[in-house]
């Protein structure tokens, strides 16, 4: 979700950027 901060998204979401 590139609307959480990227302190409070999930290591998947990290990994998709």
């Known amino acids: 979700n590139k609307t959480k901060p ?5 290591p ?3 990994s998709n950027e």
């Open 12 to 14: 998947e979401d990290i």
């Open 6 to 10: 990227i302190w409070t998204r999930n």
